[in-house]
């Protein structure tokens, strides 16, 4: 069975700071595809990335960077500089079906206040 | 990206009655998913609505509680019958895109009295 952990539940800095969120996740397959979304208070879900399993290459976007461990099974999400907009709830989903054809197994989410 | 649509966006319905949300995507897809996501909680996949075959549904979920259409490759419904203030979630529903990144519609936000 699938499984993903966001250890963080709320996280609160000042507006500028560099903040990371935690993803964890468990699974048997070799091969598997991890997203992360963000939820702002409007509910949508938009999506931020995916990652396949073969590819452990770090990646950034702006100030956004995410850094995948096979190792440790972990998928952390670092914004960089945050600002006001950043203020969501951000989760973390596992599929081991490209593009989540079999659907997301998701984290609770981590709910991120960047305080002005 | 695709852009999907949902309806209603909330509603306030009576213990007992049924909902049924729309979805409509702006491109064709071939697999369209619903999920709930209850107060304070996370994504919990319903089921998954394919063009022509029926939805096939996660453990926890049956088709009497939660029939779904999907009639064409633009469209679905789902619908939460006999309701119950346990059924109070928002409800999403999210569809593969050609470049097979998953999208989701802005959610259907249902409380139950």
């Known amino acids: 069975a699938q499984k993903v952990t966001q250890a963080q539940t709320e996280i609160s800095v000042v507006e500028k700071e560099d903040v990371t969120l935690d993803c964890v996740y468990e699974?048997?397959?070799?091969?598997?595809?991890l997203f992360w979304y963000k939820q702002p208070p409007s509910g949508e879900l938009v999506f931020l990335i995916r990652?396949?399993?073969?590819?452990?290459q770090n990646e950034i976007s702006g100030r956004y960077s995410w850094n995948f461990q096979k190792s440790t099974s972990s998928f952390n999400f670092t914004i960089t500089a945050s600002q006001v907009v950043d203020s969501a709830v951000y989760f973390c989903?596992?599929?081991?079906?490209?593009?989540?054809?079999?659907?997301?197994?998701f984290g609770k989410g981590t709910h991120l206040i960047i305080q002005p | 990206s695709a852009v999907i649509s949902q309806k209603p966006s909330r509603d306030i319905c009576q213990r007992g009655t049924s909902l049924t949300i729309q979805c409509q995507v702006d491109?064709?897809?071939?697999?369209m998913f619903w999920y709930r996501q209850q107060p304070g909680q996370s994504l919990t996949l319903i089921a998954t609505?394919?063009?022509?075959?029926?939805?096939?549904?996660e453990s926890g979920f049956v088709i009497d509680k939660f029939p779904i259409s999907r009639p064409n490759l633009t469209f679905s419904t789902l619908t939460v019958s006999n309701m119950s203030p346990e059924d109070s979630s928002i409800y999403l529903c999210?569809?593969?895109?050609?470049?097979?990144?998953?999208?989701f519609g802005s959610g259907t936000q249902l409380s139950v009295l």
């Open positions: 999210s569809a593969q895109g050609i470049n097979e990144k998953l999208f």
């Open positions: 699974t048997r397959d070799t091969t598997y595809y």
């Open positions: 990652r396949n399993s073969f590819d452990e």
């Open positions: 989903a596992l599929s081991d079906r490209e593009g989540g054809a079999d659907g997301l197994t």
């Open positions: 491109s064709q897809v071939t697999m």
């Open positions: 609505a394919n063009q022509g075959s029926e939805a096939t549904y």
